[in-house]
């Protein structure tokens, strides 16, 4: 088994340990007693309490084998790249005048106003429209529970892997402005 192969299994099975604050639905008493626990029935009650099916991990996505690698900071300028691509006129300040001449050229490319549902595109929605539900259900749980219902529906997934992949190459350049966002 590779590191990546390793790396994705542990990763499924940790079930978003460390998960965000929000999806801890057991109190402290109840937390402290899950470390008694044989830790087969604690890692199934902390799923549970995640809304998080146990199952066997599907294929690994070498997207989110990507994401998961980036730092906290790489994946906030991920999502910043993305909100600039797809929803430019959106008023942010978090890209250097380079990185929104780079995603200006590459909405003109991609034109995510023809495939895009009108409104507000969240950039974590569209990372989960592009890993897919059973992955998502893992993924998201890095941010808080009430912030991410609803993944859009029907979207092209050429358009999600072209999108994706450009900005994860993006990330992936370092550079001056990569990780500061």
Not at 23 to 38: I, P, T
Not at 48 to 58: C, E, F
Not at 118 to 147: C, K
Request: with cysteine.
């Amino acid at each position: 088994m590779d590191g990546l192969t390793a790396g994705w299994i542990r990763w499924w099975y940790a079930a978003g340990d460390p998960a965000s604050a929000g999806w801890n639905v057991c109190s402290g008493g109840e937390l402290a007693a899950l470390a008694f626990r044989a830790p087969i029935s604690r890692h199934a009650c902390i799923a549970d309490s995640r809304a998080v099916q146990l199952a066997q991990p599907p294929e690994p996505h070498q997207g989110l084998l990507r994401w998961i690698g980036l730092s906290h900071a790489e994946q906030l300028f991920t999502l910043h790249l993305v909100e600039g691509i797809c929803a430019p006129s959106r008023p942010g300040g978090a890209l250097s005048s380079a990185d929104e001449h780079w995603c200006r050229s590459l909405a003109k490319a991609l034109r995510p106003g023809l495939w895009l549902p009108a409104g507000t595109v969240d950039a974590r929605l569209l990372l989960g429209a592009w890993v897919g539900p059973q992955r998502w259900a893992r993924a998201r749980l890095q941010w808080p529970s009430v912030a991410l219902d609803g993944l859009p529906q029907g979207l092209p997934g050429n358009r999600l892997d072209a999108l994706w992949s450009a900005v994860l190459w993006r990330v992936s350049q370092g550079g001056e402005h990569a990780g500061q966002a």
